[in-house]
């Protein structure tokens, strides 16, 4: 006889009041298992934060591995070398780290470490270890079959920062804000394989919270990464109870939002279609990996930094959408957008040349005969 519990709860810390509502999935008591061999498969901050809450759970696991994406050399030359985070923090805590292939195609043949490996691993009829437990955070690569035949089919677990099945691909939090979201979440799912779909294994727990109006993905990143992380530390303790359960998530429709990569495309803004409001939530979304950008006439790229909603501007005459004036009264460049709203910028960074504030960079502008009537078009 099987029983099922839904609970809800409020947290308040003291910055703001977030509304979270947790649901966990309960069967009956079963006997008490033996904590697991963990095997953590991320790479970025958002990895660091679940792991971070899952290493200090000590009763949840007797061992506990890292794989992640190996050293690669960037910059001029390759002089520097840019180290995964997680790799970073696992070295930090004495934590074994096992570097993946960098080359996808090779990652395909890549074997875990013992214990995990199973040198049978086409056999299907030779189970996993009732112990080994796969966790994915934001890991960005896809796991194939024969990997994840390697654990027990209701301990191959991801942690994913949105409520789904709403923003299943790889781009989550930025989606969310890029939308306008009020509330997001994160669930704890089971890993299929791909020909299964993409983030739409059964859910084992999820918690929502509350967007603040000035969410960043840096800040809703660490909120949902910790949130997830503490999710998911829940969902293991019930599972070495032998009460936890999971739950096929909803059905998706056409209007189910999806979160796919981040492009270049989703920097370049269009002031025509585009309001001071959704380009800024843009900037909130994205600016921490691409810089919002424009057109400059002559055909330069123009990054847009520090951004706002400014008020209306009926001094300034109609004024069609894509046009950009300085403002001595705000001390910034203000650019007409969509719905009669204004976009004031702080800083500007034209192609090739050094990041500057409003007033340095019109100046600029002015001296390269661009101005049409005191006003600059942006494309």
């Known amino acids: 006889m099987h029983s099922q ?3 809800s709860s409020v947290r308040v810390n003291s910055t703001r009041r977030r509304l979270c509502l947790t649901a966990h999935f309960y069967t009956g008591n079963n006997a008490a298992k033996k904590p697991f061999n963990i095997l953590f498969f991320g790479r970025d901050e958002f990895s660091c934060n679940v792991f971070k809450q899952l290493h200090d759970a000590r009763d949840v696991w007797q061992s506990i591995s890292i794989a992640t994406n190996p050293d690669v050399k960037t910059g001029r030359r390759g002089s520097h070398l840019s180290i995964s985070p997680l790799k970073a923090l696992g070295e930090s805590l004495e934590i074994p780290v096992h570097t993946i292939p960098r080359r996808k195609v090779d990652f395909r043949g890549w074997l875990p470490p013992p214990p995990f490996t199973n040198t049978n691993e086409t056999d299907v009829s030779i189970p996993a270890s009732e112990t080994h437990l796969l966790v994915t955070a934001s890991f960005g690569r896809i796991l194939r079959p024969s990997l994840l035949r390697l654990f027990p089919p209701a301990q191959r677990l991801n942690v994913h920062p949105s409520l789904l099945p709403a923003y299943r691909g790889p781009a989550p939090i930025q989606r969310a804000l890029m939308r306008g979201e ?10 299929m394989e791909k020909k299964e779909g993409i983030d739409a294994g059964s859910v084992w727990g999820c918690e929502s919270m509350v967007v603040p109006e000035s969410a960043t ?8 990464a910790q949130t997830g992380g503490n999710l998911l530390v829940t969902v293991l303790r019930d599972m070495l109870l032998g009460k936890a359960r999971s739950i096929p998530q909803p059905p998706i429709s056409s209007t189910t939002p999806h979160a796919s990569a981040i492009s270049a495309s989703d920097a370049q803004v269009d002031f025509t279609s585009q309001t001071a409001l959704d380009i800024i939530r843009l900037s909130r979304a994205i600016s921490h990996q691409r810089p919002i950008s424009t057109s400059m006439p002559d ?3 123009l990054q847009l930094h520090h951004l706002s909603v400014s008020r209306s501007h009926d001094d300034l005459g109609p004024v069609e959408p894509g046009w950009a004036v300085y403002s001595p009264h705000t001390h910034t460049v203000l650019i007409k957008c969509a719905d009669r709203e204004w976009l004031s910028v702080l800083k500007l960074k034209t192609q090739d040349r050094a990041l500057l504030v409003a007033k340095e960079w019109w100046n600029g502008v002015k001296g390269l005969g661009l101005l049409n009537e005191g006003m600059l078009k942006l494309f």
């Open 299 to 301: 055909g330069r790229t």
């Open 5 to 7: 519990t839904f609970y």
């Open 217 to 224: 993905f840096p800040s809703m990143s660490v909120e949902l």
């Open 182 to 191: 009020k509330v997001t979440g994160v669930c704890v799912i089971d890993m």
